[in-house]
Structure formats: C-alpha cells, structure tokens
C-alpha cells in the first residue's frame, strides 16, 4: 500500500507563516489525488480545511491555503496564531483508497 | 446542520465482531457517499472504507477483508462490522461524510465528522 509522508513536526512564529507537506511513495502528488488537510486539536475529531487541493470550507481561515508545490501537496499557513497550534493530517485518493499522513505537529512559539 | 453519531460497545473481546453504528441527521444517506476512519489514541487516521451513495463500496486493503459496511435507509445509520478483531484494533472510531454529488460536481466534502467512538478490544 501507499506511504504518504509529512513532516512529524514544525515550528511557527505568531504572525509567520509555515508550509507543510504530503508526500507519496507512488510519486508526483497531483491534484487528481484530491488532496485533503486535516486539523485536529487534542480530545477533538479531527475537521476539514481543505480538500481537492485548494478548496476551502466556509470555516476554513483565510490564513490557510492549499496547493501543489515541488510534487507534494502543501498547506501553508501565513500569520500563525496561537489557536493554530494542532496536528495537521493530509489525505490522498490512491488507486480507490484514502490514505492518510502520518500527520504534522505544528507548535506556534 | 448535519449531525453524525456513533454508537456502539466500547469493549470487544479479542477475535470477536466489532459492530458500530453511525446514525445521521440533516441528510439523507443514499444521498451521499460516507466513511468510517479510525484512530490509535496518540496516532494517526487510518481510512477503513466507504459506502457510496448507491450503496457501492470501497475497503482499504490493509485491513485485509476484515471490514464490512452497511447501511440502513429507512433507520438513516451506516454501520461498521470488524472481524476478528485483535489488540491491534483498540482505537477511536469516527464516522463521516464523504462527499455528495450530482450533475453539478461534488460536494459537501468531509464537512461532517462524529465525534468518534473508543474501542477498546481487551479480555
């Protein structure tokens, strides 16, 4: 089966901005993989921010964006608050299955 | 507004069923497409599978057969059987909605979660 990859873990500034990225072991992530990013707080269900690569739900925060960037999905978030700080999961659609990352711990310091 | 709730016993013996349910309001099942992913505590998500709106399904393969979905319309539940279950399975399970679609393209992707459901599988 498919690994999609991403860093365990990254470090933000308040008010900066860091990307984050899903890698897969098939190669090229593209947008027909239907990127997702998750965000999930400790004790939460986890909620969508973006899906199909960029697309946004009417609660997503306009600091998030997603896009395609050096054959990996991203999800960059620009001007870091600290409510940001949680577990960011990716999601790709490989061969009919989703297969989730391993997740990114992002810390707001 | 779209609500989902999962039910189900919180302790399963080892080489026992898992059985879930996930019972939804605010939309109709056979109107979307709905999935079932799973979480060791301190973990990651795993995808276990979806049941699309034509009642059509979709497993990962990792779970090597052992997972099988249903739904019941006129109740508005799908449900989440897991065979011989094992320690390995002990995790919070969530149900949510997939995606819904029509002549116009998709939607409604996985805007709607559960808030999940321990398993514990233990003797």
């Known amino acids: 089966q498919a690994v999609v990859t991403q860093e365990p873990s990254l470090t933000v500034s308040p008010g900066g901005t860091v990307t984050l990225t899903c890698g897969s072991s098939?190669?090229?992530?593209?947008?027909?993989?239907?990127p997702y990013w998750f965000q999930q707080k400790p004790g939460q269900a986890p909620r969508t921010l973006i899906f199909?690569?960029?697309k946004k739900h009417s609660w997503t925060p306009t600091r998030f964006s997603g896009s395609l960037i050096g054959g990996k999905a991203a999800l960059t978030l620009s001007g870091a608050q600290p409510e940001d700080e949680a577990e960011y999961f990716c999601?790709?659609?490989?061969?009919?299955?989703?297969?989730f990352g391993g997740g990114t711990k992002v810390t707001v310091l | 507004q779209v609500q989902l709730q999962e039910s189900g016993p919180g302790l399963v013996k080892p080489s026992e069923t898992l059985s879930l349910t996930c019972t939804v309001s605010g939309a109709a099942i056979d109107r979307y497409f709905w999935t079932w992913i799973r979480q060791i505590p301190g973990k990651g998500l795993e995808w276990i599978g979806r049941?699309?709106?034509?009642?059509?399904?979709s497993y990962n393969p990792s779970l090597k057969s052992r997972a099988i979905i249903s739904r019941d319309t006129p109740k508005n539940q799908f449900s989440l059987n897991l065979i011989s279950v094992t320690a390995a399975d002990t995790a919070i399970y969530y149900c949510?909605?997939?995606?819904?679609?029509?002549?116009?393209?998709?939607?409604?992707?996985?805007?709607?979660w559960g808030q999940g459901t321990l398993v514990t599988v233990s003797s």
């Open positions: 199909d690569t960029s």
């Open positions: 098939t190669g090229v992530v593209t947008s027909g993989q239907w």
């Open positions: 049941i699309d709106d034509k009642g059509g399904l």
């Open positions: 949510a909605r997939d995606k819904g679609c029509g002549s116009g393209g998709c939607s409604n992707q996985y805007d709607s």
């Open positions: 999601m790709l659609h490989i061969s009919d299955v989703r297969v």
